[in-house]
């Protein structure tokens, strides 16, 4: 795992050893920060289900102004934190070590706004015939996610070809990016 742009590009990222978090491949990144593109700079960022923190890392080396981390794990916020430090952005990086959900909803009443929001939460199950209960579908349906989302901003989400998802209002896909089993979906409020 390393970050694949930006002035830290090459860099090495210390990962939680075992299957507790699935960090977003390489060439996924890639693709997704090739067609952010100059979004990144400057732009206020809010990372959801961090687990290593690679995507908020990587905004950083590609120029943005600051990243929020929400990763419900303390051992995973520690990698965030050290990986963070060790690049020079620990000023740069907050990290949350709450649930994901609870987060959103005080971000929301304190009328905090981000014009990037990340998340590739882990897998959810196949779907077929029933409603997704993952936690992108979950995402898509918090009242308060919209909310975060600056102006003219961007929702980017990851998950599963197997997970069906019903993009709800007031979200608009503006791009879908495949990759193996993974798609990206860049969202905007419609």
Not at 100 to 129: C, W
Not at 147 to 155: E, I, T, V, W
């Amino acid at each position: 795992m390393r970050i694949t742009g930006g002035e830290a590009a090459r860099r090495i990222l210390k990962v939680p050893k075992g299957l507790d978090v699935r960090p977003t491949p390489d060439l996924v990144k890639q693709a997704v920060f090739n067609s952010l593109g100059a979004r990144v700079e400057g732009a206020r960022v809010l990372e959801l289900f961090a687990g290593s923190g690679a995507l908020s890392l990587e905004c950083l080396s590609r120029g943005a102004a600051a990243v929020m981390c929400v990763e419900k794990s303390h051992r995973h916020a520690e990698f965030i934190r050290s990986n963070a430090e060790a690049a020079g952005y620990g000023t740069l990086l907050e990290v949350r070590t709450q649930d994901v959900f609870p987060v959103m909803s005080h971000l929301a009443e304190t009328g905090r706004q981000f014009d990037l929001i990340l998340a590739d939460p882990p897998y959810g199950e196949k779907n077929v015939n029933r409603r997704s209960t993952s936690f992108a579908q979950q995402l898509l349906d918090d009242k308060h996610l919209p909310k975060l989302l600056a102006p003219g901003g961007r929702f980017v989400l990851g998950h599963t070809k197997r997970d069906t998802l019903d993009l709800v209002a007031p979200w608009v896909e503006a791009k879908m990016l495949k990759h193996g089993d993974t798609l990206m979906r860049f969202l905007e409020i419609g």
